[in-house]
């Protein structure tokens, strides 16, 4: 089973920057797709971006702030998030990708506290 390492959050001021990282390890496959979901207090769990091999999504929430990026050869993902928000805050978890099947593997996210 893949496990998930989140880390980078923090407490920032409205239109600060952070930057999140996540490193998976303990599968011998390959992992073909990342993602970044959050967290917000007594809401669900929602996608943020993902990344494969040939492009990105983000959450219309996000976009145009955030970018995340890979490095395929480390298993890691990152998420550069600039401008942040109030809404922005949560616990930030990744996720991975495997054979086209989405893991329901998760770590134990980074938190994020933005305050305006």
């Known amino acids: 089973q893949v496990q998930l390492v989140e880390s980078g959050g923090d407490l920032a001021q409205a239109g600060e920057s952070l930057r999140l990282s996540c490193a998976a390890s303990g599968t011998p496959l390959s992992i073909d797709a990342m993602g970044w979901y959050r967290q917000a207090p007594g809401k669900e769990r929602s996608l943020v971006a993902t990344?494969?091999?040939?492009?990105?999504y983000y959450d219309v929430s996000v976009k145009g702030r955030f970018t995340i990026s890979r490095d395929p050869a480390k298993n890691t993902v990152h998420l550069q998030m600039n401008n942040l928000q109030s809404e922005d805050s949560g616990v930030y978890y990744c996720?991975?990708?495997?054979?086209?099947?989405?893991?329901?593997?998760w770590g134990q996210g980074t938190q994020v506290t933005v305050s305006s």
């Open positions: 990344i494969t091999d040939t492009g990105t």
């Open positions: 996720r991975v990708r495997i054979g086209h099947v989405w893991q329901d593997s």
